[in-house]
T-cell receptor
């Protein structure tokens, strides 16, 4: 089955509201990374977060290994936050393969 | 600071024609290198990885090949493109070790017609 399940698939919010994105994983991980994927396809790295909580401006990432989940919280959302957010789980093993979530399409309305 | 450069930015190629995509990492010695591919509307898949010069491992068979001719260079190629090769190709690197961040290039958009 799927090793990484990302939710929700899409999320529509009003500007100023908070967004909570989640990834659940069913396997042991080396690390978790969160990305924003631009419409053209390129990736913007948001967090490298194998465990614990990290902050960057209005963004917060929390990875709880025991509970096999990682979340991305966006506070006071802005229209420029709209886009696709991806989580990627790095498996244990020599090739360090990243297993990707299916993405959350976030739409922030003005 | 490390930089990763991918070329070309975009390509439109005919079915059956050859392809060569490149990736160069500067400022990091002996990086682990990766090629990823994303079909339109699909999820990213790892195609190849390399942990040292001259050694490349295949993860997914897509009638593509990869080579690492230099420590800082990773090449993705095929002699005959298929329509199914269309998509977005990303090169990535990370440092040695069991728990390190992966960094991505800006990608190449390939359209096979």
């Amino acid at each position: 089955g799927q090793q990484v399940q990302q939710s929700p698939a899409s999320l529509v919010l009003q500007e100023g509201e908070n967004a909570e994105l989640q990834c659940n994983f069913s396997t042991s991980l080396n690390s978790m990374q969160w990305f924003y994927q631009r419409p053209g396809g390129s990736l913007v790295s948001l967090f490298y977060n194998p465990s614990g909580t990290k902050h960057s401006g209005r963004l917060t990432s929390t990875t709880v290994i025991k509970e096999r989940r990682s979340s991305l919280h966006i506070s006071s959302s802005q229209t420029t936050d709209s886009g696709t957010y991806l989580c990627a789980l790095a498996l244990r093993g020599s090739n360090y393969q990243l297993i990707w979530g299916s993405g959350t399409k976030l739409i922030i309305k003005p | 600071a490390q930089t990763i450069h991918q070329w070309p930015v975009a390509e439109i190629k005919a079915v059956g024609s050859p392809l060569s995509l490149g990736c160069t990492i500067k400022g990091k010695s002996s990086p682990n290198l990766y090629w990823y591919w994303q079909a339109t509307g699909g999820t990213l898949q790892q195609l190849f990885y390399s942990i040292t010069v001259g050694q490349v491992e295949s993860v997914v068979q897509l009638n593509l090949s990869a080579s690492r001719p230099k420590d800082d260079q990773f090449i993705l190629s095929t002699e005959k493109l298929l329509l199914s090769h269309s998509g977005f190709y990303l090169c990535a690197w990370r440092g040695q070790g069991t728990n390190t961040e992966v960094f991505f290039g800006k990608g190449t958009r390939l359209t096979v017609v």
